[in-house]
């Protein structure tokens, strides 16, 4: 163990671990900015409890070779399902949905690390495979891996976190036997019966506000007092920045209760509106920077597990950055997914950080026999 | 395996790369787009997102008379208005409005309103309302958010009706007069004078309305953050509150005056014939100027403008009518002057005149024999004049017409003023009447005929006459006086009208404005409604045939400090009540004697209005003092310099 650790060191992915710190640390002050003055300005004051608590989530993912993490993946994956499974009689409604459990004051959501579960137990299901390359039959079992909790997930019904899933399904496909030319089809193709089905949903199952929403993004100024005022106070929270933003804390759209849900899924705007295109530019660059960091690193990973969980991570985080800071500039419908290590949110802080601990872990580890 | 990378797998992450970095590059470029080019225009939306711009109304200047008493002021009142900006069906709100608050209103009204507001989302519904309704519409903004109260200032004038003509009254700015005004405030509430002073002061009463920037949350609340120092937000305008305009009106003498027509109809204008400063200006009947100042309904306003007896109507000036024998010492004076009459000119009147195939009828049937000018005035033989104006001609009158503003306004600083005519052969020749006759001088020498004046044109003449030839434009705002015109006439003339019109009021057809002690010089006249065969009594006809009854002149003789004329509609000969009035106005004025019930009709002012800081606190307060008879009435003061009025006062 103290050989490993060392080794861990010696080789360590302290890149990585400056990213996420700064990371963790703007995100931590945004939340302060967006909750300045407000009934949440505790909410401030409890994020950095879970940046701390989060920094010790990453720290344990990092230091503990990820072969521990994946021997005892079953075992992590078959507590998540089991909590997921008693979600409907133990869950707390929040939201709409019941994705909440409470352990004496502590409330946290186990779908989020449900999701580092399935990636690890992804992964020790890749190492089963020996270096045999996946065919359909494996792609089927890894997908159903990681469709359990998903599913369990979406019956919650939290359906923005379920679609969070997706992206580790989407690693599974992309480093089976088919080749790059092939997944790109299969891509083009998927997409294309993606915008069929919303087609043909718009005219069955898709309820008006859902509707509202792709009209809102598609047209956002048609009803400014409607589904379409968070976009277009979202909107003008981020072009009033300018170039160098409004300041820490004097984020009028922010302060004065325009831009909605600040602190969450719109923190972005604060951002944008606070620090200007630079610091936005900034932020992207951090993103920029974690993941060309963790393709790095998948390239550079001594096995087919510890590539499978990097670009586990990798998928996830992306998803979430591109979708969030899409949503908030205009570039994809509104969805209630949060921002990697700035949206308030102790789980998942912890489980994105935990995503990035692993990512580290196995670049530390490129070298250990 | 380890290490050794298939080269699929680096295709692949190679291809993961380059999505990364075009997924890079289209939100940077979709950031810059939206915060470096529309980042001005964003900011903007932000700007107006949080700053609200808040009227600070200017108050209306206040309308005082000569000795200070508040003919004008500013009343807190609150007022019902539709903001349709705030979203919700008119329909919905205009149900909730007639069963919440019992006011029905139609639709078509409402767009009317909204037309007529120069803020094309707001409307003003009802205005000094209920305390009842502002609860109401606070509880029930649910259904009523279309609707809010607003706090104004409203006109008012503490003494009702009286004077009303002068004063005028306000009215809500139209977006034609915003446009006319440069008013762009945003702000339904701007009054503009739609008539009187108010309309020909408005420039000064009107204030400039201030703005305030205040700092709004997304719920529209006022929000005062220490931390967050705004631009835009704190600026504060400060509002220019309309002038006090003092006016020369003494509303004392209004109120005399008015009581003293009873209920009869008709104008009265009291003026100081050195300075042009009115002291009253009467015109019945009257309004309440207070009803335009909320908003006024429409039936009350068809009601008004549809009276038979015309309220509106500012009489003084707008009522045109033939002067009859007040005319004649006008005639008389230019035939003095250009020498055609001396005193001592006699003619005969048998009663009437044949002159080019017609006959003229003197009033006196039997005739008034011999007549010098004294006495041809005194008993305004008709006759007699028919002679005079034959001899002087209309070419005399025409020169010396313009000297007494006859045919032109006066100027007064009242709108919509209009002229008599003084016919003259090119106004006959353009008006396609044919050439001038000799025979048309003689209608026009007993004031008949083409001739026409304004109550306001015949104390001109009057005014003229006290002043010995200068004629000064009359103005009811305080102000140095106005020099219309100058001529000079000569002593002995002035002296043998004077003496010619002290007889009429000591002996002749005035006599009921003699006054002991105070030598008053006046001219009664009689203008026909209908044509009247000679001798007929007119005050036997229908009231509303009736001659016009006509009194004017000017006092004390010596040195006159009041010029007057009194026309009473239908009030037959003017020797009478039109006299009587005069002399309750004189009697004032000259001894500062007050009728019989002073306070009756001045307590016009509606009651239980908490009373304004700025104003003094009561109306009626001021005006009783000034009731006291030690305190001698400070009117008599000619204002014109040193040496016009060297005789002082009387």
Known sequence: MKKTLRETLSYGDFVTAALYLALLIFGALMVRSATFGTRFAYLGNRQMFWAVLAFGAFSLAFLIPYEIWVEYSYLLYGLCVAVLLSMPVLGHYVGGHKSWLYIGPIGFEPSEFAKVAAALAGAAFIKELVGRAMGWREIGILSAIIGLPMLLTLLQPDFGTATTFIPLVAVALYLSFLPLTQIVKWCALGILTLMLLLALGWFTFLKPYQKDRIITFIHPTANTRGAGYQVNQARIAVGSGELLGKGLYSGTQNRLNFLPAPHTDFIFGVVAEETGFLGSLALLGLYLSLLLRFLSTASAARDSEGRFIVLCAFAVILYHVLINIGMVIGLVPTAGIPLPFLSYGGSFLVSMSLFVGLAANVRSRRYAQ | ?650
């Open chain 2, 1 to 650: 395996m380890n290490g050794a990378q298939e080269p699929s797998l680096q295709n692949k992450i190679q291809f993961l790369q380059a999505i990364l970095w075009v997924l890079f590059v289209v939100f940077a470029l979709r950031l810059f787009y939206l915060q470096v080019i529309q980042g001005p225009y964003y900011r903007l939306l932000s700007e107006n997102n949080y700053t609200r711009p808040t009227v600070l109304r200017a108050p209306r200047g206040m309308l005082l008379d000569r000795n200070g008493a508040v003919l004008c002021r500013n009343q807190v009142s609150f007022s019902l208005v539709l903001d349709t900006a705030k979203g919700g069906s008119l329909d919905q709100t205009l149900l909730s409005m007639q069963r919440i608050l019992g006011l029905v209103m139609t639709k078509e009204e409402v767009q009317a309103a909204l037309r007529r507001s120069p803020v094309p989302s707001l409307a003003v519904l009802a205005r000094d309302i209920p305390t009842a309704w502002m609860q109401k519409v606070e509880a029930n903004q649910d259904e009523l958010k279309m609707l809010r109260i607003e706090m104004e200032l409203r006109r008012e004038y503490p003494f009702g009706p009286v004077a009303s003509h002068a004063l005028g009254y306000v009215g809500l700015l139209s977006p034609e007069e915003a446009q006319k005004l440069r008013v762009s405030d945003n702000d339904p509430f701007i009054e503009v004078g739609k008539s009187g002073v108010e309309r020909t002061a408005n420039a000064l009463l009107m204030g400039k309305n201030g703005l305030r920037m205040a700092q709004v949350n997304s719920l529209g609340r006022e929000v005062e953050d220490p931390t967050l120092k705004l631009p835009g937000v704190g600026i504060r305008r400060e509002p220019i509150p309309g002038q006090t305009v003092h006016l020369t009106l003494d509303i004392q003498l209004q109120n005399i005056l008015e009581q003293a027509f009873g209920e009869e109809h008709g104008s009265a204008v009291f003026m100081n014939p050195y300075t042009g400063d009115i002291l009253a200006w009467v015109s019945l009947p009257n309004f309440d100027p207070n009803l335009f100042s909320g908003a006024i309904p429409a039936s009350k306003w068809r009601e008004l403008s549809e009276d038979p007896s015309h309220p509106l109507l500012d009489r003084p000036i707008q009522g045109v009518y033939p002067p009859g024998s007040t005319f004649k010492p006008f005639v008389a004076l230019v035939g003095l002057e250009d020498g055609v009459l001396t005193p001592g000119t006699t003619f005969f009147c048998p009663g009437y005149w044949e002159f080019g195939g017609r006959v003229f009828h003197c009033w006196a049937k039997d005739g008034h024999g011999t007549v010098d000018l004294l006495k041809g005035l005194e008993d305004s033989c008709n006759v007699y004049f028919y002679h005079a104006g034959d001899r002087i001609g209309i070419q005399r009158m025409d020169k010396w017409a313009k000297f007494f503003g006859l045919g032109t306004k006066t100027g007064v600083d009242l709108p919509s003023e209009i002229s008599g005519i003084f016919p003259s052969p090119a106004w006959k020749a353009k008006r396609h009447l044919g050439p001038w006759y000799p025979g048309d001088n003689l209608p026009v020498a007993i004031g008949q005929g083409y001739l026409t004046v304004t109550p306001l044109q015949l104390l001109s003449i009057y005014a003229t006459l006290a002043t010995g030839g200068e004629r000064f434009q009359p103005k009811l705002l305080e102000g140095p006086p106005k020099l219309e015109s100058s001529v000079a006439i000569s002593p002995q003339t002035e002296a043998v009208l004077k003496q010619a019109l002290e007889l009429v009021v000591e002996s002749g057809t005035g006599t009921a404005c003699r006054i002991p002690g105070v030598a008053v010089c006046a001219k009664t006249g009689t203008a026909q409604v209908v044509a009247a065969s000679a001798g007929r009594n007119s005050m036997s006809l229908p009231k509303d045939q009736r001659d016009h009854a006509w009194f004017a002149g000017f006092a004390p003789a010596g040195n006159p400090s009041v010029a007057f004329v009194v026309m009473v509609e239908h009030g037959g000969h003017g020797g009478d009540l039109a006299a009587k009035i005069a002399k309750a106005g004189l009697e004032y004025i000259l001894l500062g004697k007050k009728p019989a019930q002073p306070d009756e009709g001045t307590k016009a002012a509606p009651e239980g209005q908490a009373p304004n800081q700025e104003t003094p606190p009561n109306p009626d307060a001021p005006l009783k003092a000034r009731l006291n008879p030690q305190e001698p009435p400070r009117l008599i003061t000619a204002r014109y310099g040193g040496g016009a009025n060297p005789r002082g006062q009387p």
